[in-house]
């Protein structure tokens, strides 16, 4: 079975704090994305890459950065946590383009005071 | 650009009802179609699929029929169980050569015993 873990299942952190989000995958997909999830507007994609050390950005990419250095692992930085980036963040990856199925992390739940 | 509008929830049922939740797209050419399901506390994963028109996907007794003529994938399901609440998730894949997701703002369903 894949696996897609993400760092941390809850996170508390300060307005202003730089925050990491880590997600690690084992089936060497070349895809990964990063979303956020919120009542009512569902999932929103942030950043996506299709490659090691490629980044596209998504539909809300201000405020967030990405880092894919390695193909199992995609980061997403909150460079200055507000409080509007309080949120449900999901991880995801998918294989090449014959491969359409994402595989989720557990997701994590991000709470900025 | 592509979309995908599913019925507002929160759907309450009881056991062994019948279910309908409504899925339409906008998309250009033939996009890919997915259901997604997401348990408490857990993040998504993949209920079933259909990749061309007239496709039917299904998974643990769910359905859903690609419409090209009606841009439709509805899921139903003939008898649902108390373990079948959850939010429910439609989603395309577009065919304009990203990577890209659209997901819906999901539906949430609450079985009765």
């Known amino acids: 079975d894949v696996k897609v873990t993400q760092s941390s299942r809850y996170l508390v952190k300060r307005t202003g704090e730089k925050v990491f989000l880590e997600c690690v995958q084992d089936m060497d997909h070349e895809n990964m994305f990063w979303y956020r999830q919120d009542p009512g507007l569902g999932l929103r994609l942030i950043y996506f890459?299709?490659?090691?050390?490629?980044?596209e950005k998504g539909d809300i990419p201000e405020g967030y950065s990405v880092s894919r250095e390695k193909k199992e692992r995609f980061s997403l930085i909150l460079e200055s946590a507000s409080t509007n980036q309080t949120s449900m963040y999901l991880c995801?990856?998918?294989?090449?383009?014959?491969?359409?199925?994402?595989?989720f992390g557990p997701g994590t739940r991000l709470l900025v005071l | 650009g592509d979309s995908v509008t599913q019925m507002e929830g929160p759907v309450t049922l009881s056991e062994e009802a019948f279910l309908t939740i409504n899925c339409t797209y906008t998309?250009?050419?033939?996009?890919?179609l997915f259901w997604y399901v997401q348990y408490p506390g857990e993040g998504l994963q993949l209920l079933l699929k259909?990749?061309?028109?007239?496709d039917k996907g299904s998974n643990k007794g769910f359905e859903a029929t690609y419409r090209k003529e009606t841009t439709s994938f509805h899921l139903e399901k003939g008898s649902v169980q108390v373990s079948d609440s959850a939010v429910y998730f439609c989603?395309?894949?577009?065919?304009?050569?990203?990577?890209?997701?659209?997901f819906g703002t999901g539906t949430r369903l609450k079985v009765l015993a």
């Open positions: 995801a990856s998918s294989g090449g383009r014959r491969q359409e199925t994402q595989y």
């Open positions: 998309a250009t050419g033939y996009p890919s």
């Open positions: 989603a395309l894949r577009g065919t304009s050569g990203t990577y890209k997701y659209i």
């Open positions: 890459s299709y490659d090691v050390k490629m980044k």
């Open positions: 259909a990749t061309k028109a007239d």
